[in-house]
Nanobody, 120 residues
C-alpha cells in the first residue's frame, strides 16, 4: 500500500521561511503529478502548487513568488519551500500525488497533512 508522509510543519513568525516535505513509501514505480493543497479552518481546501514529473510548475496567485514546489524523483520525495510567510498562510498542508505502483496500478494518494501556523 502506497503512503505519503508529510513532515516539517510548525509555528513560524510572519516573514520567515519554512520547508515541508512529503515522502512516498516503497512499492512505487513512478510518481507523476504532485500537488500541495492547504485547508484553513472554516475554508475549503485549495490548490497551492503543482509540479509535473518533468518539473513543470504552477502556483496559486496567493503564493506565487513566495513558495517553491520541487521534487527529488530518486528519493520519491516532494518539497514545498515557503518564504515570506503571512498569517493567512496558516493552514493544514496536504500533499497529493498521482502514483503508479510496481504492479502498474495508478491512482491518486493524499498525505495525512501537516499544520503550518504563521503567528507572532
Amino acid at each position: 500500500q502506497v503512503q505519503l508522509m508529510e513532515s516539517g510543519g510548525g509555528l513560524v513568525q510572519p516573514g520567515r521561511s519554512l520547508s515541508i516535505s512529503c515522502a512516498a513509501s516503497a512499492s512505487i514505480f513512478s510518481i507523476n503529478t504532485v500537488d500541495w493543497y492547504r485547508q484553513a479552518p472554516g475554508k475549503d481546501r485549495e490548490l497551492v502548487a503543482t509540479i509535473t514529473r518533468s518539473s513543470v510548475t504552477n502556483y496559486a496567485d496567493s503564493v506565487k513568488g513566495r513558495f517553491t514546489i520541487s521534487r527529488d524523483n530518486a528519493k520519491n520525495t516532494m518539497y514545498l519551500q515557503m518564504n515570506s510567510l503571512k498569517p493567512e498562510d496558516t493552514a493544514v498542508y496536504y500533499c497529493h500525488a498521482d502514483i503508479t505502483d510496481i504492479w502498474g496500478r495508478s491512482r491518486d494518494y493524499w498525505g495525512q497533512g501537516t499544520q503550518v501556523t504563521v503567528s507572532s
